[in-house]
């Protein structure tokens, strides 16, 4: 009889946000696939588990992919998980679900944290419709024109950023829809959390200044609703 994979989501930053289903599961599974074996040790050690982690990227994922297949085939279960939040969103995982599907193994949703959601819940811009990007393309010129179609929407946009590359994002948003309300998360849900509300000039300026460290979540609102038809 084949195994489960299942999706784990898992805290975006405060431990205590983990679900109780998915400590239930993470604590029967033989295997854990992580994208961070330091985070993955992390989050077991706090929940007091021993587990076998096989670590996945976007350079191994294809061949691991085809290991684990074979290990949830012979009955094994298996839990993937990410850094941080639910897994395969702007991050590895997508190919091990995809190679799962494809070879007849039963895929398990355990849904939890994501950054995108909790940012959106808390953004104050009408968030019941939006545009998930993820990360830009880190090439300025690639990413002016990206934000440039992404921004021409009705609905907010979601971006993720990495410290070194905030300051730049920020300001080709500025200069793409400088009155266009941005709300920016730096380490949503961790210790030193912070929310930087405004117009995307002033965002943009306040963020230019300093040095920054941090996960960032951004979103921008968007051009407006369509009427009903």
Do not use: W
Not at 12 to 25: F, H, M, P, Q, S
Not at 93 to 116: K, L, W, Y
Not at 207 to 212: A, F, H, N, P
């Amino acid at each position: 009889m084949a195994g489960i994979l299942y999706v784990v989501a898992t805290p975006i930053g405060n431990l205590k946000d983990i679900t109780l289903r998915a400590i239930e599961v993470l604590g029967e599974v033989d295997l854990v696939i992580a994208e961070d074996r330091q985070r993955a040790l992390k989050l077991l050690s706090h929940l007091e588990l021993r587990k076998a982690i096989v670590t996945i990227n976007s350079y191994n994922e294809e061949n691991k992919a085809k290991m684990i297949v074979r290990q949830l085939a012979q009955g094994r279960k298996a839990a993937l998980i990410t850094a941080a939040g639910t897994p395969c969103i702007s991050d590895p995982g997508d190919r091990v679900v995809r190679a799962s599907v494809e070879a007849g193994i039963e895929v398990q949703a355990v849904p939890g944290p994501s950054a995108a959601l909790a940012a959106l819940s808390i953004s104050g811009l009408s968030p019941d419709r939006f545009l998930f990007y993820g990360f830009l393309p880190q090439k300025k010129g690639k990413k002016k024109k990206v934000l440039k179609d992404i921004l021409s929407g009705p609905f907010p946009v979601v971006l993720f950023e990495s410290p070194r590359r905030i300051g730049e994002t920020l300001e080709l948003v500025r200069e793409e829809a400088p009155e266009r309300k941005v709300v920016v998360y730096r380490e949503i849900t961790k210790v030193h959390e912070e929310v930087l509300r405004g117009p995307a000039d002033e965002v943009a300026e306040e963020v230019s200044g300093g040095e920054r460290r941090g996960e960032y979540t951004v979103i921008v609102d968007g051009k407006g609703r369509q009427a009903p038809s």
